[in-house]
C-alpha cells in the first residue's frame, strides 16, 4: 500500500524559513513523480512544484520560484520543500502527492496519492 507521510509545520514568523518532509512507503520511490500543493483557508488547492522521478526536472508555480526549492532523496524515499522568505499569505496545509509516471504533472487530478498535509502558518 502506498503512503506518503509529511512532516516538518508548524508556525513560522514572517520572513523565516521552513523545510518540509514527505516519505513514500509501499513502492519503488523512484518510479513516481512527486508534487507539492497547498490549500490556504478557505480556498481551492492548488499545485505548487513537482519534480521529475530522477530529480533532475522541476516544476514550479510562477509565483514561487526563488523562494521555494523542491528537491528529493530517491535513496531515502523522500521529497523535501524547502521555503524561505515566507509571508503570511503561505498559511497553507500543504500536501505532497505522488503518481506512477514519467511527465511531470501539475494539476491535482494528475496524482495518485496524497499525504494527510502539514500545517504551516506564518505570523506576521
Known amino acids: 500500500q502506498v503512503q506518503l507521510v509529511e512532516s516538518g509545520g508548524g508556525l513560522v514568523q514572517a520572513g523565516g524559513s521552513l523545510r518540509l518532509s514527505c516519505a513514500m512507503s509501499?513502492?519503488?520511490?523512484?518510479?513516481?513523480?512527486t508534487g507539492w500543493f497547498r490549500q490556504a483557508p478557505g480556498k481551492e488547492r492548488e499545485f505548487v512544484a513537482a519534480i521529475s522521478r530522477s530529480g533532475d526536472f522541476t516544476h514550479y508555480q510562477d509565483s514561487e520560484k526563488g523562494r521555494f526549492t523542491i528537491s528529493r532523496d530517491n535513496a531515502k524515499n523522500t521529497v523535501h520543500w524547502e521555503m524561505s522568505s515566507l509571508k503570511p499569505e503561505d498559511t497553507a496545509v500543504y500536501y505532497c502527492?505522488?503518481?506512477?509516471?514519467?511527465?511531470?504533472?501539475?494539476?491535482?487530478?494528475?496524482?495518485?496519492?496524497w499525504g494527510q498535509g502539514t500545517r504551516v502558518t506564518v505570523a506576521s
Open positions: 502527492a505522488a503518481d506512477h509516471t514519467v511527465a511531470i504533472e501539475t494539476t491535482a487530478q494528475g496524482y495518485d496519492y
Open positions: 509501499g513502492c519503488t520511490f523512484s518510479w513516481y513523480i
